[in-house]
Structure formats: structure tokens, C-alpha cells
């Protein structure tokens, strides 16, 4: 009896030891999970005016994103095609996406980039979940299994002379099964060559759980900035998962934002004078009943004129945050 106790517990422990790997592994070779895509062979017109923006597309799943619940791939056809049409009316030459799906089974194994990309020359696909298996949403079971691959992109009007995914820390005070299963967050670097000009665009999406990871993270990605904003055109967007500095509703004393809007050589697409003229115009999350900002645009004014930072609030649902949009002119 006791040596059948032994070799159930033995086979129960490789069995699950088994699982854990599987399920936290991917399909993916190293080498694929970041690289650029060409899509057109014809250049875009060159304008004087260039515009951009920021959208956590929330995988297209609309307020369902983060809950238990499992979207029938109708609402993620809806979502997607109006995607396609927010997309073209903003007429955006560079658009930094976070959470975007690369044929998960989630979505329905629709690569939502590949759809998204229609009159854009080149993207830079970076993966950050490559996944057998996610334990959430935590009911039913059967919906946790199933091919994730997910993370964020560059979408990009002009040519990509070079580009980087960088992978930033996960939290310290998670346990390791627990990060084993969890995504990426990445900073995505790409170079631009637009006309004589070089555009460098970071595409950001930070912790969004641990305030102490967070900031740790930004850290990081201000110690790129530095290296950066004052050799060329900079662009940093993305979804940084905190509120500004500023904003009239403080639930922690965090610093992430505090950082970005005093550093010397950044300003924000919407400064901090326009944010407080309208607060609940700026809010980007969450799209049901928007109540903070946590998705932004910054830019390096020695290189960089403003014309208009806005959110884009006819977005609406289709993914649970709203995107941001900024046109600008290039400072002479």
C-alpha cells in the first residue's frame, strides 16, 4: 500500500511538472518574436504634418478584456472592423498598439495585425505572451487551453531603418509560477525614415498590477530616453498603466508619470493646462465609464512643434481603453 502511495505521488508530481512546462512554453523560436514586416513596396507622400498614435487594443475584446468571461467571435468581428474604420479616419501615420493578438485562440485565431495593416508600408510585431496555456479567466477551465500569442506593434506609414523589443523586469514579489504564465511588458524601439529625417518611436505598455514594478520599469525606459531625446525626433507612447501627477483623483503617491512630465527635454501631447481644462475629456480607461488617463504621448520639443494632442472618444468600445492621437510638424 505505502509503495502505492509513493508512485501515485510520484506520477502526480511529474505529471504536473509536465504541465508547468508546457503550458508556460510557447510555439516560438526566440528569433521570431520580434521582427519587421513589409507590407507595400510604395512609399507614403511625404506631408509636413505627421500624425500618431497610442491604442491598447485590448486583444479587440471591448469591456470584456480582463474579465472571466470567453466573447463569441462575433463581437470580435464587429470590433474589428471598427478598428479598421477609427483607423483610416485618423489618417495616422504611426500607430503604437499594445495587446494586440497574433492568432490566439482567444480571438479566434484572427492575426488582428496582418487585418489592421491595409495602407501601411512596414510593422514591427513584437511578441510578449507565447503561451500553451493561461490560467485565466478563471471559469470555464477548458477556455484556459489553447495557442496565446499576443503582444504589441508598430504600425508604420514610412520605412523601419531598424528596430528593438526589449523586455522589461517582472514583478520580484509574484511567485514564479505566477510570472511563469504572465506576459512580457516591452519597450518597442523602431527608427523611422521619414523624408531627410529620423523618427525615433518608443511603444510602451508598463506593469499594470505592482505600483513598485512599475516604477522600476520606468525607470528603465527613462534611462533609454535619455540616451535618445536629444539626438533626433523622439516619439514615447504608449499604455504607462498610471494616472498623471496632476490628476484630481490620487490613489498612491506612485512617480511613474511624475518622471515624464518633468523631464527637461520631454512635453506631453496633452500638457498638464489642457488635461485640467477637461479632465474627464482626457480620461482613456476605462471605455464603458471613462474615469483616469493611463495611456499617453510625449515628445522631444528641440525637434518636435505640437499641433493637437486629443483622445479619441469615438472609439468607444472596442477595445476598454481609448486611443490618444497627436499631429505635429517638425521645429526647423
Known sequence: MRNVLITTVLVLLVAVTAFYFWGSSGKMEVDA?????????????QRDTISVMTYNLGYLSGMTNNLPVSPEKDLFDQNLSLAKELIADSKADVIGIQEIDYQS????????????????????????????????????????????LSGQAILSKYPVLNSQRIVLDKPQTAPFYYNAFYLDRLIQMAVLEI???????????????????????????????????????????????????????????????????????????VSQQEYLKNETGHFTFDTATPYEKLDYIFYNHRFINPIK???????GPISDHLPVHFTFTWRD
Not at 510585431?125 to 487551453?145: A, E, L, M
Open 33 to 45: 518574436l520580434h521582427r519587421v514586416v513589409a507590407y507595400s513596396e510604395s512609399t507614403h507622400e
Open 309 to 315: 494632442g486629443i483622445v479619441l472618444s469615438e472609439a
Open 105 to 148: 485562440s482567444r480571438s479566434y485565431g484572427v492575426d488582428q495585425l496582418e487585418e489592421l495593416s491595409p495602407g501601411y508600408l512596414e510593422a514591427v510585431r513584437s511578441v510578449n505572451w507565447d503561451k500553451n496555456y493561461v490560467p485565466f479567466p478563471y471559469w470555464p477551465p477548458q477556455i484556459q487551453f489553447g495557442n496565446m
Open 195 to 269: 523624408g531627410s529625417r529620423q523618427l525615433v518611436v518608443l511603444n510602451v505598455h508598463l506593469e499594470a498590477f505592482d505600483e513598485i514594478t512599475r516604477e522600476e520599469q520606468a525607470k528603465i525606459l527613462l534611462q533609454l530616453v535619455d540616451s535618445l531625446v536629444t539626438d533626433r525626433p523622439l516619439i514615447l507612447m504608449g499604455d504607462f498603466n498610471a494616472r498623471p501627477p496632476f490628476a484630481s483623483e490620487q490613489v498612491t503617491k506612485e512617480n511613474t508619470m511624475k518622471w515624464f512630465y518633468e523631464h527637461p527635454e520631454l512635453s506631453a501631447a
